[in-house]
Structures are given as structure tokens and as C-alpha cells.
């Protein structure tokens, strides 16, 4: 997945310190500085891709409620909502909310990109 940001160093701080990703690779290339994070101890990366403001980004702003592209599971939303409030992360409601599927919040990097944290419900045992 690519997220488009117009500062590389300032979006690394937010999914790295604020999120909790863990920077995976950084070089310069002819293209560009080539920029990912990652969950930990997951295969999967994430391109902070460095993109102009206002230059046509796909998924800017607000979307009435739909969930951000990038998705960020939690055992623990609630406590992890916490930890990542008092590092900084902003978000779009004061609390995590309660769906059917489980309980969810929107964050928003920097540059306006959603990432969508969820905890899902657990099934009760009969």
C-alpha cells in the first residue's frame, strides 16, 4: 500500500512513534527516497511515497464515516487509543466507537490520510 505524503521525516515520526510501525526500508533512489513501515513481525509494508500537496492524491479528506485505506488491527483498542493519544496521534472522534463487528477509530496523519484502527468483537463462548 502506498500513502502519499509532502514530508517523508514528519510521516515517519507519525506512523513509527505515533502508530508504533517500525521503519523497514529507507534509501534514495533516482525516483525519490524509497520509504516504508511496517507492523511488526508482518511481511507487510507500507510506502510513504512523497507526493505534492494539493497534486491530486487519491483519498483525501473525510469520506462520511468510510473507514480509511489503511486498516490496523488491535486486541486492545481502547488501551492502545491511549498510548497513541498521548504521543500525539490525532483523530476524528474523542473515543473509539462500537460497531456490530467490533470497535473502531479513525486516525489522521499529518498530511490528512485516514488509517482506520479496529478491535474486533469476540465471539461469546455459549
Known amino acids: 500500500m502506498t500513502v502519499y505524503v509532502t514530508d517523508q521525516d514528519r510521516a515517519l515520526e507519525f506512523y513509527a512513534e505515533g502508530l508504533g510501525l517500525e521503519k523497514r526500508v529507507d534509501f534514495s533512489g533516482p525516483d525519490g527516497r524509497f520509504l516504508t513501515v511496517g507492523v511488526p513481525d508482518s511481511p507487510v509494508q507500507i510506502l510513504l511515497w512523497s507526493h505534492a500537496a494539493a497534486a491530486g492524491r487519491p483519498g483525501n479528506g473525510s469520506q462520511d ?62
Request: proline fraction near 13%; aromatic fraction near 6%.
Open 65 to 126: 464515516g468510510a473507514p480509511g485505506p489503511l486498516i490496523l488491527e488491535s486486541d486492545d483498542l481502547r488501551k492502545d487509543f491511549e498510548s497513541m493519544r498521548r504521543r500525539g496521534v490525532t483523530f476524528e472522534e474523542p473515543e473509539p466507537v462500537d460497531y456490530p463487528f467490533g470497535v473502531r477509530i479513525e486516525a489522521v496523519d499529518p498530511d490528512g490520510n485516514r488509517v482506520s484502527l479496529r478491535q474486533q468483537r469476540t465471539p461469546r463462548k455459549p
